[in-house]
């Protein structure tokens, strides 16, 4: 039998563009499998800007430690093409064998018949065809890309529906408003199904959320519309909906975003019809989270060793304006607790706004050192990337990679050991992970 990566890079072919949204195509390759779409478990959608795959990872870690399979469809994959697609078990899932990978692939290619369909479109028909095939509890969907017109949004009676916050990403695709963009992702809401909406950084995208999840008969579920809301309250965070208040460790992911995406997941599985888990499952869930790549300090590793003694190396794949601030902010965070000199190792690809992305680190990052992303054709050059970094007023430096970045820190006079964030791509983040030994398991 082929590998999966010989089948896929015979899917590139099939159709000249990478993304191209539409449901038509993936609609006649599910019917010719016999529907694998209409033999899932409960299904919780999600989409978003930012925050999708951390409230995934919320859901699976409180649902594992209830007792419950949760298979699970995430992209992009950091590292390999497997992360994408967990398959559920009692006890903790795990990604998908090559063997069953490759079989499925090799299904879908024949059922495919050689006509056009994209590669997200033929790998989202071979996971829902790996999901059909194994019992599980629940089906925890990310979209790819929008909503309304993504190859995910054929399931036709999700148990809930989930939109983290949206912000301005991929306009060549979603629209270049915030308004566009959630309409876009509204499109993932259904007559009679729970809308969970997260809290929005615009309240333009959380007028059109309600607004759209009211048209369709979707029952909209809101943070802070005493529906469900949190706090931090003495190192802890408190969860509170209509119908049970929760004192909460603080997650185990880093950031005080996460407290907002922990407290999304929670609403979306009580919505969902999970709500006989206990506080114990959520507790612990919230503890094992792990969402590699995602405000991550690597503390082992070959890069980790590299960098000077008593310093911190920090990894996340955030790559848009709102991610960037998210970002910044957490910094700022870390700042607080200890005033150490923030130094970004930044990559950027050239389809995203590298000036807004910047900004955010104006007057808290002591230096920036750009570096290419290997792989990828349209990473933006580091000589690029530290010309806009300065236009900005960041004080900018050029290296030929992340390991290069790293051993010029010893050139750099700190007062104290640097806090060293690597950031502005996902496939910079998978890169890093791969290079350290402490790839994605």
């Known amino acids: 039998m082929d590998s999966s990566d010989a089948l896929m890079a015979r899917f590139l072919a099939l159709h000249p563009r990478t993304?191209?949204?539409?449901?038509?195509?993936?609609?006649?390759?599910?019917?010719?499998?016999?529907?694998?779409?209409?033999?899932?478990?409960p299904v919780i959608h999600v989409a978003?800007?930012?925050?999708?795959?951390?409230?995934?990872?919320?859901?699976?870690?409180?649902?594992?430690?209830?007792?419950?399979?949760?298979?699970?469809?995430?992209?992009?994959?950091?590292?390999?093409?497997?992360?994408?697609?967990?398959?559920?078990?009692?006890?903790?899932?795990?990604?998908?064998?090559?063997?069953?990978?490759?079989?499925?692939?090799?299904?879908?290619?024949?059922?495919?018949?050689?006509?056009?369909?994209t590669v997200f479109e033929i790998t989202t028909a071979a996971a829902f065809l790996l999901f059909s095939e194994s019992p599980a509890d629940v089906l925890l969907l990310e979209v790819g890309l929008g909503g309304r017109v993504d190859a995910t949004n054929v399931i036709d009676n999700p148990a809930a529906a989930v939109v983290t916050p949206i912000g301005r990403d991929h306009a060549?695709?979603?629209?270049?408003?915030?308004?566009?963009?959630?309409?876009?992702?509204?499109?993932?809401?259904?007559?009679?199904?729970?809308?969970?909406?997260?809290?929005?950084?615009?309240?333009?995208?959380d007028a059109v959320l309600c607004r759209l999840a009211e048209e369709v008969g979707a029952e909209p579920i809101r943070v802070g519309n005493q529906d469900f809301s949190v706090h931090a309250e003495r190192g802890r965070i408190v969860y509170q909906d209509e119908l049970d208040l929760f004192d909460l460790p603080q997650p185990r992911l880093n950031g005080r975003h996460q407290f907002t995406n922990a407290a999304t997941a929670i609403a979306a599985l009580r919505a969902a019809g999970f709500g006989d888990i206990g506080v114990g499952a959520i507790e612990a869930g919230l503890?094992?989270?792990?969402?590699?790549?995602?405000?991550?300090r690597l503390n082992r590793g070959r890069l980790a060793e590299m960098i000077p003694a008593g310093a911190e190396l920090w990894l996340d794949g955030g790559h848009n304006i709102d991610g960037g601030r998210i970002l910044a902010t957490a910094m700022a965070d870390l700042v607080e607790r200890s005033d150490v000199p923030l130094v970004l190792v930044v990559g950027l690809l050239g389809t995203k706004d590298a000036e807004g992305f910047l900004r955010n680190f104006v007057g808290l990052a002591r230096g920036l050192i750009a570096v290419p992303i290997s792989g990828q054709m349209a990473a933006r050059?580091?000589?690029?990337?530290?010309?806009?970094?300065a236009d900005v007023g960041l004080t900018a430096y050029v290296a030929s990679s992340v390991e290069a970045a790293l051993e010029s820190l010893a050139d750099f006079a700190f007062e104290h050991p640097p806090r060293i964030l690597v950031?502005?791509?996902?496939?910079?983040?998978?890169?890093?992970?791969?290079?350290?030994?402490?790839?994605?398991?």
């Not at 430690?65 to 093409?81: C, K, M």
């Not at 967990?86 to 990978?101: C, F, K």
């Not at 009679?192 to 929005?200: D, F, K, R, S, Y």
Request: glycine letters at 12%.
């Open 48 to 117: 978003g800007t930012n925050g999708k795959g951390s409230t995934i990872a919320f859901m699976r870690a409180i649902l594992e430690a209830g007792g419950l399979a949760a298979h699970v469809y995430t992209s992009p994959h950091l590292v390999r093409f497997h992360e994408r697609i967990r398959i559920g078990a009692i006890g903790g899932g795990s990604y998908v064998p090559e063997d069953q990978l490759a079989d499925a692939l090799a299904r879908c290619e024949a059922a495919n018949s050689g006509e056009p369909i």
């Open 172 to 205: 060549e695709y979603l629209g270049d408003t915030v308004e566009a963009v959630a309409t876009e992702k509204a499109g993932i809401f259904k007559r009679g199904c729970p809308a969970i909406i997260a809290a929005q950084d615009y309240k333009e995208a």
């Open 381 to 389: 050059p580091a000589e690029e990337v530290a010309q806009i970094a």
């Open 423 to 441: 950031c502005g791509s996902l496939y910079l983040a998978g890169n890093v992970l791969t290079a350290n030994g402490t790839p994605p398991t």
């Open 287 to 296: 503890n094992k989270v792990e969402w590699p790549g995602r405000l991550q």
């Open 19 to 41: 993304i191209d949204l539409s449901l038509g195509r993936i609609e006649r390759l599910l019917e010719r499998l016999g529907h694998p779409e209409r033999k899932l478990p």
